[in-house]
């Protein structure tokens, strides 16, 4: 006899897994393909964007965010949102910190942030519990983007409608989906930075080759006006 224990998997939804998983990797593969270029910053954030609300529809979450920690303070700042119009959203320039201290404080210190439940919070974090109810969010996952050895920005999901499971190979791809990210972010803004640096270096080229020009300038005419009084002279 069977044990009682044991249960038989169901074959529809380990057809539906199989499913799911294979349409990841091809997410993984297509999202690896697209960055390979090095897009630009805005480009990024658009191939983001669809990345995000691809995954939304494959894998049933309701919102998808990318947050860039800001060079010049630290702050944690959003850069894209997926969700539905009628769920409220963070303000423009919000700083993370200032409505998930406990979640961002994880994040910086580059460990991931899974609730099936946001009751799964702990009692220090009463204030990310006030704030993800005043955004309808009941389930999340919040992914570190890490590049060049420091954690350059967040990736999450949530669900607003539904609380939902993490299972170990979702949260895996969505790993490796966040590392994705992060490289093109962390490219891309490496390359801003650098054409930043080249503009200034250019536009200082400029200015003390328009200066030299016109120390030239001025000597060659004190010396043609020289010039003019001695022949006045002779």
Same mark, same amino acid.
């Given at each position: 006899?069977?044990?009682?224990? +044991?249960?038989?998997?169901?074959? =529809?939804?380990?057809?539906?897994?199989?499913? =799911?998983? !294979?349409?990841?990797?091809?997410? %993984?593969?297509?999202?690896?393909?697209?960055?390979?270029?090095?897009?630009?910053?805005?480009?990024?954030?658009?191939?983001?964007?669809? /990345?995000?609300?691809?995954?939304?529809?494959?894998?049933?979450?309701?919102?998808?965010?990318?947050?860039?920690?800001?060079?010049?303070? &630290?702050?944690?700042?959003? %850069?894209?949102?997926?969700?539905?119009?009628?769920?409220?959203?963070?303000?423009?320039?919000?700083?993370? /910190?200032?409505?998930?201290?406990?979640?961002?404080?994880?994040?910086?210190?580059?460990?991931?942030? @899974?609730?099936?439940? @946001?009751?799964? !919070?702990?009692?220090?974090? $009463?204030?990310? !519990?006030?704030?993800? #109810?005043?955004?309808?969010?009941?389930? =999340?996952?919040?992914?570190?983007?890490?590049? &060049?050895? #420091?954690?350059?920005?967040? +990736?999450?999901?949530?669900?607003?409608?539904?609380?939902?499971?993490?299972?170990?190979?979702?949260?895996?791809?969505?790993? %490796?989906?966040?590392? @994705? +990210?992060?490289?093109? !972010?962390?490219?891309?803004?490496?390359?801003?930075?650098? #054409?930043?640096?080249?503009?200034?270096?250019?536009?200082?080229?400029? *200015?003390? *080759?328009?200066?030299? $020009?016109?120390?030239?300038?001025?000597?060659?005419?004190?010396?043609? $006006?020289?010039?003019?009084?001695?022949?006045?002279?002779?």
């Amino acid at each position: 006899a069977a044990h009682p224990d +044991f249960m038989t998997p169901d074959p =529809t939804k380990l057809q539906a897994d199989l499913e =799911t998983g !294979l349409q990841l990797e091809e997410v %993984l593969a297509e999202l690896a393909t697209r960055f390979l270029n090095g897009p630009t910053l805005e480009d990024v954030g658009l191939e983001m964007e669809r /990345a995000q609300r691809r995954l939304c529809d494959l894998l049933g979450f309701d919102r998808s965010s990318v947050w860039r920690r800001d060079e010049s303070d &630290g702050a944690m700042r959003l %850069l894209r949102l997926v969700q539905p119009s009628e769920v409220p959203s963070p303000e423009p320039g919000m700083d993370a /910190a200032a409505a998930f201290p406990f979640t961002t404080a994880r994040i910086l210190s580059g460990h991931a942030v @899974i609730l099936s439940s @946001i009751e799964e !919070l702990p009692p220090e974090a $009463a204030r990310d !519990l006030a704030s993800f #109810r005043r955004f309808r969010t009941k389930s =999340t996952a919040v992914l570190p983007l890490s590049a &060049g050895g #420091r954690v350059i920005g967040a +990736f999450t999901f949530a669900a607003v409608r539904n609380a939902q499971e993490w299972p170990p190979t979702v949260v895996r791809r969505l790993e %490796l989906v966040a590392g @994705i +990210f992060a490289s093109a !972010l962390f490219r891309s803004n490496s390359e801003a930075a650098y #054409r930043s640096v080249s503009g200034r270096l250019i536009d200082a080229q400029e *200015r003390e *080759r328009a200066r030299l $020009a016109q120390e030239l300038h001025d000597g060659m005419g004190q010396q043609l $006006a020289m010039l003019a009084v001695e022949i006045q002279l002779l």
